[in-house]
């Protein structure tokens, strides 16, 4: 069965339909989900057996029968431990079909067919009695259903029906509790991924300073949380106000309540400074006694335990709603308000006026949250690339100049103005980014800077006045890219209003390059290599599964990942692959590249790591993935606001290769038709 979806090509901008075939979402799913990473979870994995163990035998040693409930069963995992573990029977809920059939398959693999019933239903809608889906309810109730967030994932409105309707009054429950800690701090680096700074341009007539227009200053922003691995945060990026400390806990063995709530702690700041984040993360306890304990603490809070790596649990940062001055040992009220499914936070302070703290979740009245993502904010303030724009649009920059701007919710256009002459026009065309005007009027350049709202291939001279463009310039940005080389759509844009372009225009960044390296990554392998055995049970039927997905489509693709969180070593030297000439249309034609790479240092090759380069002049550049390489093993410094292209080889050589570093081989396409780039490698 073929299903047509519609969508704009985030590379050549175009509007297609896509023929997928009705399976293709699912092997999306499966091919990018998280079950191999929590395959590979073994402190995770380990802790839920011995959870499991000891619920199994309080239940036996009371003389009751084992009956457990697993709600979101996934592979199947946790059932085939409380089985093992000698329950009597086990109802084994997953909503997600492909996986509860991959269930039924895992359970009989593993011989536990008699003892495990895999129900394919959401747990609401699980039905109790002599005909319904378990013959009675349930006294152990396992699940595993957190994310990040702990509940963002839904598992409070989930406990909150099991308990009324699925198990027995006082089961007991795998994991036990939940507890939520929370740390206050000053972080320049993480407060602007929030907020936007001011911006100094040096202008012939002075210096000029780009200022966020109070609307979003005052934001509170989005609840959505921002995740991410802390443990790479270095500890000179931030400052901690406050001690860790227990912000609330959920007991899952007793009736859970999903509806909105707030939850209050008194702060006594260690140190005094700006408050404007909370550092969220949460541990598990499996068993009543809190004895077998998986936690998320970030390094600097148990210093000498071992760190488990994982990616489908993480930490959580939120941003306060505005920056907030505190002093050491002055008390300060820090309040976590959640409703079914996310948590945000607020603090009061004793010197504010007594606001009560607000229950209801932040909704962003700038925009600007709901335009720019975390690292896109994380981008405009740096202040390095910033200088390299402002260094590379001086040199191409006159007082005719008549710039057009094609990138999204950019700031070029302003620092453009300011760069060139009074009397000088220039458009900018950011067609999905209307609101950005608030931006302009902050900074009363509205009637400087005209927002033409159109897509490019719609154009006409009247837009510009009859005049010809002399400088376009883009960034680029453009927030629908997901992979590096989706920004390329700069260059249809630019092809698409050549007709405006004087023959004489000057494109900046004149060129970008599509550069490569072979990298071995220290933990993010484990997200996409099979498992095998995971605690005593085959899930191999998964890792085929998985792999199947991987291989649904002809070529494989490359996928995102933000690389500063996920170390790596270089094993090869970073190599340019392809260049996109600017100065010139998209041509016709495919541009192909083939060669082979020389491995330089000992290592696992996992994957080839892809980035672009944009060369805004001829000496000044912009790199979105390599910033350096940084000591002699190969320790990697990537851009910390760029995603880089990730193409993950199917199989990884060996100690083979650990002894002899050999070449990998690679063959890339892009095809300018349809804006992909097909990639093959041989190791
Ligand atoms: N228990 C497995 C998998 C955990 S992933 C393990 O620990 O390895 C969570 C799974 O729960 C996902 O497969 C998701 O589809 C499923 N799920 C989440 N909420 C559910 C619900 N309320 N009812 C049934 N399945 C659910």
Redesign the pocket.
């Known amino acids: 069965m073929k299903t047509f979806c519609g969508r704009a090509n985030p590379t050549t901008g175009a509007m297609e339909w896509l023929e997928e075939a009705e399976d293709y979402d699912y092997h999306q799913e499966i091919a990018r989900s998280?079950?191999a990473d929590?395959?590979h979870d073994k402190d995770?994995?380990v802790k839920?057996y011995q959870g499991i163990r000891a619920a199994v035998s309080r239940v036996k040693g009371r003389g009751e029968k084992a009956i457990v409930l697993?709600?979101?069963?996934?592979?199947?995992?946790?059932?085939m431990m409380a089985a093992a573990a000698g329950a009597d029977f086990c109802y084994a809920?997953?909503?997600?079909r492909p996986?509860a059939n991959a269930a039924v398959k895992i359970v009989e693999k593993n011989g536990f067919s008699d003892k495990i019933k895999v129900i394919n239903?959401?747990?609401?809608e699980?039905t109790v009695g002599p005909d319904g889906d378990m013959e009675c309810r349930a006294n152990i109730l396992?699940?595993?259903?957190f994310d990040t967030e702990l509940i963002g994932?839904?598992?409070l409105?989930?406990y909150e029906?099991a308990h009324k309707y699925l198990v027995q009054e006082g089961c007991e429950a795998v994991p036990h509790m939940a507890t939520v800690y929370v740390q206050l701090v000053e972080s320049k680096r993480m407060w602007a991924w929030n907020k936007l700074f001011p911006i100094h341009v040096e202008a012939e007539d002075g210096e000029k300073i780009i200022v966020p227009p109070s609307e979003m200053e005052n934001c509170p922003g989005v609840p959505s949380v921002c995740d991410i691995q802390l443990n790479q945060m270095p500890s000179s990026d931030f400052t901690a106000l406050s001690d860790v400390v227990t912000m609330f806990r959920v007991d899952f063995s007793k009736p859970v309540q999903s509806a909105s709530t707030c939850y209050r702690v008194q702060l006594e700041p260690v140190q005094s400074g700006k408050a404007q984040i909370v550092l969220s993360w949460w541990d598990i306890g499996m068993d009543p006694s809190g004895t077998i304990n998986c936690t998320m603490a970030p390094y600097w809070v148990n210093p000498t335990s071992a760190l488990q790596w994982r990616d489908?649990w993480m930490q959580c940062v939120y941003f306060l709603p505005k920056e907030q001055p505190v002093v050491r040992g002055e008390k300060v009220q820090l309040t976590a308000c959640r409703d079914e499914y996310s948590v945000w936070y607020t603090l009061q302070t004793a010197s504010a006026e007594e606001d009560e703290a607000a229950v209801e979740s932040p909704v962003c009245r700038c925009l600007a949250h709901l335009l720019w993502n975390r690292a896109r904010f994380g981008e405009l303030n740096d202040r390095d690339r910033t200088r390299r724009y402002i260094e590379a649009l001086r040199t191409v920059l006159n007082t005719d100049s008549v710039c057009l701007c094609i990138s999204d919710g950019s700031l070029l256009p302003v620092l453009a103005h300011y760069l060139g002459a009074k009397q000088v026009q220039y458009f900018i065309l950011d067609f999905r980014f209307l609101h950005f005007s608030l931006f302009f009027k902050a900074n009363h350049l509205e009637d400087k800077i005209k927002i033409i709202e159109a897509r490019p291939e719609l154009l006409k001279p009247s837009h510009f006045e009859d005049k010809k463009i002399s400088v376009l310039v883009g960034e680029p940005f453009f927030s629908t890219s997901l992979l590096p080389w989706h920004n390329l759509y700069f260059w249809y844009a630019r092809t698409a209003v050549a007709s405006h372009l004087s023959s004489s225009v000057t494109v900046l960044p004149q060129s970008a390059a599509l550069h490569m390296m072979i990298v071995e990554f220290q933990d993010l392998w484990r997200i996409r290599s099979p498992c095998g055995i995971c605690e005593g049970f085959d899930v191999r039927t998964m890792d085929d599964m998985i792999e199947d997905s991987l291989n649904f489509r002809e070529s494989k693709e490359a996928e995102p990942h933000p690389l500063w969180e996920y170390p790596c070593k270089s094993l090869s030297e970073p190599q340019g692959v392809l260049t996109f000439d600017f100065s010139r249309a998209v041509p016709q034609h495919c541009l192909s590249t083939e060669g082979s790479v020389n491995l330089l240092r000992k290592g696992r090759s996992h994957a080839a790591v892809l980035w672009m380069e944009y060369h805004l002049t001829a000496d000044i550049s912009i790199s979105t993935g390599l910033m350096q390489i940084s000591n002699e093993k190969g320790n990697c410094d990537w851009n910390r606001h760029c995603k880089q292209a990730v193409y993950f080889f199917s199989s990884v050589p060996e100690s083979g290769t650990l002894s002899a570093p050999g070449a990998v081989t690679y063959a890339i396409n892009f095809d300018t038709k349809t804006g992909e780039i097909a990639m093959d490698f041989k190791l």
């Open positions: 998280r079950y929590m395959l995770r994995n839920y697993d709600i979101g069963t996934g592979t199947g995992l946790l059932s809920v997953e909503v997600f996986m239903k959401h747990s609401t699980v396992v699940t595993e259903l994932e839904g598992a409105p989930t029906h489908h």
